[in-house]
């Protein structure tokens, strides 16, 4: 009988269905203010985390493990000022809030908040999950790191690379990408930063508002009457700005870019429930008082 039972047990979905909890962060963890590390445990996931938002790609790995995968940036609320993404990982999970911040945006084969593609033909075309990932500061105080999307191809008139360079310090919910394409065309390209249309329950589109003069994009999320709201923003060179448009999966803002110079773009995310943009009206004025540096950071190579 204890035999049976013991098998009934390990073939029960609630036994199935048991997670670890979350680990509390140590004095010393609560004193960190940003995050870098790659989740060699969960499919190479990259995370990165300040005091005020939380992110992660996506490695090769998941793209067989739970396709379809994306190149696109995913977006974690938090509530704490100390990292707590890789602790809440290592739950398995990662999609209930246990005190310290939630995964619930769902980046699906859209952009997420910031990933980019490359417009031609009135559409938009990616590039596969990162690869050779390169930490350079870990934190406490900045998540700093540089990644390479391996060559794709672009209808069929051209192919593409890039290597693009995260940096999110404390206090902002801005990271700084520098983004350097390369191809085997030197015409201009047209590069689409996007903000993914549906990412919750698959359903309402959220608020959105553009900016051209200032060169942003805006959205305030949907709700989920049990999680609450994310929000994203980016923001580009007005010098560069090249317009606005919309695919299926994605709001987009158009950047005119030479290939294998570095372009410098900011991407934004918060949660309505992190204490610090309860409403629309405030995540906007955020935005708006942005003041970015648009300039690549020294020692940045542009492509031969």
């Known amino acids: 009988m204890r035999g049976l039972l013991a098998l009934l047990l390990i073939a029960s979905p609630v036994a199935a269905q048991e ?18 590390t790659i989740a060699d ?47 809440q990982l290592r739950t398995g999970d990662q999609h209930e809030d246990h005190s310290e911040g939630i995964d619930f945006y769902n980046v699906g084969t859209g952009r997420g908040t910031g990933g ?25 105080d900045v998540a700093d790191f540089t990644v390479d999307y391996e060559p794709w191809p672009v209808d069929t ?16 919910n801005f990271t700084r990408l520098t983004s ?41 999320g949907p709700s989920d009457a049990n999680k609450g709201r994310m929000a994203a923003a980016v923001i580009v060179d007005p010098a560069a700005f090249a317009g606005f448009a919309e695919d299926a999966d994605n709001y987009l803002i158009l ?3 030479r290939p294998g110079k570095p372009f ?20 906007q004025a955020y935005v708006d008082a942005q003041q970015p540096d648009f300039e690549p950071p020294s020692g940045t190579r542009s492509e031969p």
């Not at 090769?60 to 739970?66: V, Y």
């Not at 490359?118 to 990162?130: A, E, G, M, Q």
């Not at 008139?157 to 902002?172: D, M, W």
């Open 116 to 140: 980019l593609g490359v417009w031609y033909d009135n559409k938009l075309w990616t590039s596969r999950n990162y690869v050779r990932p390169k930490i350079m500061n870990a934190g406490p």
């Open 41 to 87: 445990y969960r499919f190479d996931d990259l995370l990165w985390e300040n005091d005020r938002i939380a992110h992660r790609i996506y490695g090769r790995a998941l793209e067989k493990a739970e396709p379809p995968s994306s190149s696109g940036i995913d977006a974690w609320g938090k509530r704490v000022r100390w990292p707590f993404m890789d602790r």
């Open 180 to 220: 350097t394409l390369a191809s085997d065309c030197d015409d201009e390209l047209i590069v689409g930063i996007g903000i993914s249309k549906r990412p919750i329950n698959g359903g309402q589109l959220g608020e959105v508002k553009k900016d051209g003069a200032a060169a942003r994009l805006t959205w305030w």
């Open 157 to 172: 008139v051209r192919t593409v690379r890039e290597t693009r360079r995260f940096t999110l310090p404390a206090g902002t």
């Open 19 to 36: 997670h670890e909890p979350l680990r509390p962060a140590t004095a010393d963890e609560q004193q960190a203010h940003a995050a870098a």
């Open 264 to 283: 410098v773009y900011y991407s934004g995310a918060a949660w309505n429930r992190g204490g610090d943009f309860a409403t629309s009206d405030a995540w």
């Open 255 to 257: 950047v005119r870019v």
